[in-house]
């Protein structure tokens, strides 16, 4: 229950709901890229991809 009061839970993203009396949390919808914290190049992601096939 500590952990609750970190401040990075402060920035909840849009596409979580968090209830902290319950301690659970939900997906509610799809996450958008700038929520994303990796660097992720798609175009070679889609290369990596197309080879396979």
Do not use: D, Q
């Amino acid at each position: 229950e500590t952990n609750l009061e970190f401040p990075g839970l402060a920035n909840i993203p849009p596409h979580l709901e968090l209830e902290k009396s319950k301690l659970t949390a939900k997906v509610v919808g799809k996450c958008e890229r700038e929520w994303v914290a990796l660097e992720i190049n798609e175009l070679l992601v889609v290369e990596y991809y197309s080879r396979k096939v």
